[in-house]
């Protein structure tokens, strides 16, 4: 009889340490921002290799013109600016596949030559820089060698052209660096150019 009494004894202690251990409220986990994998929209200039199994003919380094297309044997004209390698993948496809049934096509990035920002003005290494990932406008005066005595820190441009229409963001320096406005410092897009007076 004592040993069953301790056993219920000994259950009813598990079950209640499980039941309070739900009650305490448990740290909040990160949310995961990492993008997606085969987001990258590919630009003007990049270059892409296509891989069509067993068809040596069909196994090819691209470069995206800059009209925004490709061409490849079987396919024609094969638009890519702005689209995922995933889409582009099924384009080839469907397309091939008129002459080569079930094919196994493969795209990748071979090098990302049209992924790139401008920094101009009053900076210590003006010029192109090239993005592989995501790149903001602190970053990308850094990759400039900083600004020069003479920069109007107040007064940089960040250009962006999106089709015919060009925009033009103000970025005060100094609200960032006093941890203000921190929305100014946006994440650049290829093409993007950073001007400081």
């Given at each position: 009889m004592t040993r069953r009494f301790h056993n219920i004894l000994a259950g009813a202690a598990a079950a209640l340490l499980v039941l309070m251990n739900s009650l305490v409220p448990q740290p909040a986990l990160a949310q995961d921002t990492t993008p997606s994998v085969g987001t990258y929209p590919v630009n003007a200039g990049d270059v892409l290799e296509v891989?069509?199994?067993?068809?040596?003919?069909?196994?090819?380094?691209?470069v995206v013109r800059p009209d925004g297309y490709f061409s490849f044997p079987l396919t024609g004209d094969i638009r890519a600016e702005g689209r995922t390698i995933e889409e582009i993948r099924r384009d080839i496809s469907s397309q091939i596949a008129r002459y080569i049934p079930d094919p196994v096509v493969s795209v990748s990035i071979f090098e990302p030559r049209g992924s790139k920002v401008y920094v101009i003005g009053q900076v210590n290494r003006p010029g192109e820089f090239p993005v592989n990932r995501y790149v903001d406008v602190i970053q990308a005066l850094s990759m400039a060698g900083g600004t020069t005595p003479f920069a109007k820190l107040d007064e940089i441009k960040i250009l962006r052209r999106e089709g015919a229409t060009q925009t033009a963001t103000t970025f005060a320096y100094g609200d960032i660096a006093n941890g203000k406005r921190l929305q100014q410092n946006i994440v650049l897009k290829?093409?993007?150019t950073v001007l400081v007076p």
């Open positions: 891989l069509v199994w067993k068809e040596e003919n069909l196994q090819k380094q691209v290829p093409g993007d």
